[in-house]
């Protein structure tokens, strides 16, 4: 009888089974391997392209908001603070030039008002003197005392030098003077007056007549104008007391020196 033997299909089945299993597992984990890797390369790639990503979104942003007047949330709104910062300052500068522009009309009408900014004008007259301040004439006529006529020279032209004149044809009198015009003063009385004219300065009567008027414009504003020629040259009156001496005799002559009640000239 033939010796028995074990069937070795079984085993060999098994044996073929678990070889071929071998391979099929490392397939699997290679697999999972590579699907791990690829996972995470792309996680990877994904957070590198989100943080490439992420300035340029910034730097849209920062574009959107500089463009936008309005602005928007976020960036944006970053962008409208910084043009409503920079916009307060003009709306500042707005307001001074406003007030700056509101008050010049006032510089103008003061300085129209009399030619020396706020001060009163001296007015000539024939029986004295008159100061305008605004819309009034303080009269100031002769006999007033010499006080108060310093006080209006000092008020409209200036401080006067004070001079006493012994030598006058009527007597001794006192002079107030300041750039060129002068008062007479009798004891503590006014009692004349004399403009010689002064660069500067214009003084006239209320109807404009004053040194640098012409024999023309003087014949045409008082009455009873005579002319004559003597020590002194070519000199003036009139029936009102308004007397002056002239360039000349035409009617173009000028007025050079012009004076009303007691005068200390030497004839």
């Given at each position: 009888?033939?010796?028995?033997?074990?069937?070795?299909?079984?085993?060999?089945?098994?044996?073929?089974?678990?070889?071929?299993?071998?391979?099929?597992?490392?397939?699997?984990?290679?697999?999972?391997?590579?699907?791990?890797?690829?996972?995470?390369?792309?996680?990877?790639?994904?957070?590198?392209?989100?943080?490439?990503?992420?300035?340029?979104?910034?730097?849209?942003?920062?574009?959107?908001?500089?463009?936008?007047?309005?602005?928007?949330?976020?960036?944006?709104?970053?962008?409208?603070?910084?043009?409503?910062?920079?916009?307060?300052?003009?709306?500042?500068?707005?307001?001074?030039?406003?007030?700056?522009?509101?008050?010049?009309?006032?510089?103008?009408?003061?300085?129209?008002?009399?030619?020396?900014?706020?001060?009163?004008?001296?007015?000539?007259?024939?029986?004295?003197?008159?100061?305008?301040?605004?819309?009034?004439?303080?009269?100031?006529?002769?006999?007033?005392?010499?006080?108060?006529?310093?006080?209006?020279?000092?008020?409209?032209?200036?401080?006067?030098?004070?001079?006493?004149?012994?030598?006058?044809?009527?007597?001794?009198?006192?002079?107030?003077?300041?750039?060129?015009?002068?008062?007479?003063?009798?004891?503590?009385?006014?009692?004349?007056?004399?403009?010689?004219?002064?660069?500067?300065?214009?003084?006239?009567?209320?109807?404009?007549?004053?040194?640098?008027?012409?024999?023309?414009?003087?014949?045409?504003?008082?009455?009873?104008?005579?002319?004559?020629?003597?020590?002194?040259?070519p000199e003036f009156s009139s029936d009102g007391?308004?007397?002056?001496?002239?360039?000349?005799?035409?009617?173009?002559?000028?007025?050079?020196?012009?004076?009303?009640?007691?005068?200390?000239?030497?004839?």
């Amino acid at each position: 009888m033939p010796p028995r033997t074990r069937p070795t299909s079984p085993r060999a089945r098994r044996t073929t089974t678990g070889t071929a299993a071998r391979p099929a597992g490392s397939a699997l984990g290679a697999l999972a391997v590579a699907t791990t890797l690829m996972t995470l390369t792309a996680c990877t790639e994904g957070s590198a392209g989100a943080a490439n990503t992420a300035p340029a979104a910034s730097d849209a942003s920062s574009s959107s908001g500089a463009s936008s007047p309005s602005g928007a949330p976020g960036a944006s709104g970053s962008a409208t603070v910084a043009v409503s910062g920079s916009a307060a300052p003009a709306a500042s500068t707005t307001s001074a030039a406003t007030s700056v522009t509101s008050a010049a009309p006032s510089v103008p009408g003061a300085a129209a008002s009399t030619p020396a900014a706020g001060r009163p004008q001296l007015i000539l007259q024939v029986d004295g003197l008159g100061v305008a301040t605004g819309g009034s004439i303080r009269q100031l006529p002769f006999g007033t005392a010499a006080a108060t006529v310093s006080t209006a020279l000092t008020t409209t032209l200036g401080s006067p030098r004070t001079t006493r004149q012994p030598e006058c044809g009527q007597g001794a009198r006192t002079q107030l003077d300041r750039q060129g015009f002068s008062v007479l003063i009798d004891g503590t009385r006014f009692v004349g007056w004399t403009d010689d004219g002064a660069g500067g300065r214009h003084l006239t009567t209320a109807d404009g007549l004053g040194v640098g008027s012409t024999l023309a414009q003087v014949r045409g504003r008082l009455a009873g104008v005579q002319v004559v020629t003597d020590t002194l040259g070519p000199e003036f009156s009139s029936d009102g007391g308004l007397s002056g001496l002239l360039s000349g005799t035409s009617a173009s002559a000028k007025v050079t020196t012009l004076y009303a009640g007691e005068t200390c000239f030497f004839r």
